[in-house]
């Protein structure tokens, strides 16, 4: 048993996606959420960048002592995991691709998956690459789509909301014209709008959640090891912001499905 708490990193606020499935999942595992807000989005920067970020991020979280990490960042997980996984042998470290292509795969009855992401995780090719390994006869249409995080992150989440609406349009026309059955949400702020993903794709698809994706691997991983919390044990949360405390709580609460308040620090990690 090992109570000390989950990391999980993301550019901003999507990875309070996972947070919100590992609460609901293993609600007595302690967690310390790092969000590098000031520096998202991630999506449209270059590799060599996302993987100095990434691998800052995985630094701050070790210095609060977790005991895993969570890769809650398409973005990272697309463009340093192999760096992510080089720095951290000692402990669990999973990212998003792999457990949600699988799910994907899982759930797709026809094999034709639409994959959602920023331009950096579009640009690597692993969701196709992954999806492709499991499934060979599969049809992957991928959009990067860099108008989304932005949105979410500034709270534009209605369906009915202009801004979005219009930027959706354009991003799941090539999905509908495919006609795939499963979409993936490779981004894990994208399911704060599958409301509105789903209204413009036009017609019932699954659509896999990236940031819950992952939860189930870590906690695999801990168990294997004996290092899950106590049964019974009560939890500690702790969330850091790069950016603005209030910007990040404004959305934050939106993510989880609950109001944060306490336990938040905004954290300058320039120099770790
Ligand atoms: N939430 C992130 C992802 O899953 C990153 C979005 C961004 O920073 O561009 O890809």
Do not use: W
């Not at 969000?35 to 991630?42: L, S």
């Not at 996984?85 to 990212?95: E, F, M, S, T």
């Not at 009560?234 to 404004?250: D, P, Q, V």
Request: proline share 6%; charged share 25%; aromatic share 6%.
């Amino acid at each position: 048993m090992d109570n000390r708490p989950i990391g999980i990193f993301d550019s901003g606020t999507g990875g309070l996606t996972s947070v919100r499935q590992l609460t609901a999942e293993a609600p007595e595992e302690s967690f310390v959420f790092f969000g590098d807000t000031i520096r998202a989005p991630y999506g449209g920067r270059s590799p060599e960048e996302i993987r100095f970020l990434s691998r800052r991020n995985a630094r701050f979280l070790r210095s609060r002592d977790v005991k895993a990490i969570i890769v809650s960042c398409n973005t990272s997980t697309a463009n340093a995991m192999a760096e992510l996984k080089a720095d951290n042998r000692d402990i669990p470290i999973v990212g998003t691709v792999e457990p949600t292509a699988e799910e994907a795969v899982r759930r797709s009855v026809t094999g034709r998956i639409g994959v959602m992401a920023t331009e950096a995780t579009v640009r690597s090719g692993l969701y196709e690459r992954t999806i492709l390994a499991l499934r060979p006869d599969a049809v992957v249409v991928s959009r990067s789509c860099p108008k989304l995080v932005p949105l979410v992150e500034t709270g534009h989440t209605a369906p009915e909301d202009p801004a979005l609406k219009a930027a959706l349009e354009e991003d799941m026309a090539p999905l509908r014209e495919a006609g795939v059955d499963t979409v993936v949400l490779g981004c894990t702020h994208y399911p704060l709008i599958s409301e509105a993903i789903l209204a413009a794709l036009g017609y019932p698809a699954e659509l896999v959640d990236s940031g819950a994706a992952c939860v189930g691997r870590v906690l695999e991983a801990l168990k294997a090891r004996d290092a899950l919390a106590a049964p019974g044990s009560a939890r500690a949360e702790r969330y850091f912001c790069s950016g603005r405390k209030n910007e990040f709580l404004s959305v934050a609460g939106s993510f989880l499905g609950r109001s944060i308040d306490g336990d938040t620090a905004e954290v300058d990690i320039e120099g770790i």
